[in-house]
């Protein structure tokens, strides 16, 4: 069974730096890893997709990286703004997605 | 549709009724998933449909859970005498397998959030 770890669990910062979300999981056969944002009382948002064959994706200031081999996934945001304040998840696929408990970001105006 | 589709996306029950959960997923999407969020945890996978078939159904904590899905589109979960512990946010999820298959993706509705008292 896939076991999917989020560290740390929460992040404060202040607006302009740079965010670091960390993700692991345990078995690599999975096809690709998502990550998501879920505002309170809202459902996900899909904000990357990463395939199993690639190593990074990025999308405006957010970037993610994939290291299958050793079970890890890092989400990268950069110049961070009051707006980013959100849970993010991250979710390996292997036909169905299976998710760490999320990482709840403030940053702080 | 534009996106995946709950309804309602409120609902309060009674204790012991029964509660009957929508989801009407992107249009030609194969794929239909139901998750549960419970105040405070991560997403607990329930039901996997691939067309009308659901070949995963091991996530359903108990026999009071089922679902269906019919025309390979519209998914119903119904919660059959509904108690406290059910109260959650009920999420739907759909993708369509994609070529090569790990681009596959997957899209969320905006959940339905049980209450029951």
């Known amino acids: 069974k896939q076991e999917v770890t989020q560290i740390p669990a929460a992040l404060s910062v202040p607006e302009g730096e740079n965010l670091v979300l960390n993700c692991s999981f345990t078995d690599s056969a999975i096809y690709n890893l998502q990550w998501f944002r879920q505002d309170p009382g809202k459902g996900l948002t899909s904000l990357l997709l990463i395939q199993s064959s690639q190593r990074e994706q990025t999308s405006g200031r957010l970037n993610a990286s994939l290291d299958k081999s050793s079970g890890r996934s890092t989400l990268y945001i950069a110049a961070s703004q009051p707006g980013d304040s959100a849970t993010y998840l991250c979710a390996t696929n292997d036909y169905k997605l299976s998710f760490g408990a999320g990482t709840t970001v403030t940053v702080r105006a | 549709g534009a996106g995946v589709s709950q309804s309602p996306s409120n609902k309060v029950t009674e204790k012991g009724k029964d509660v009957e959960l929508r989801c009407d997923p992107i249009s030609g999407h194969t794929a239909l998933y139901w998750y549960r969020q419970s105040l405070g945890q991560g997403l607990e996978f329930l039901i996997y449909f691939q067309g009308n078939s659901a070949p995963d159904k091991s996530g359903l904590p108990s026999d009071r859970f089922s679902a269906e899905r019919t025309g390979g589109s519209v998914s119903t979960l119904t919660i059959q005498r509904t108690q406290q512990e059910d109260s959650a946010v009920y999420l739907c999820?759909?993708?369509?397998?994609?070529?090569?298959?790990?681009?596959?993706?997957?899209?969320f509705g905006q959940g339905t959030r049980l209450t029951v008292v």
């Open positions: 999820a759909s993708s369509q397998l994609a070529v090569p298959r790990d681009s596959t993706e997957a899209f």
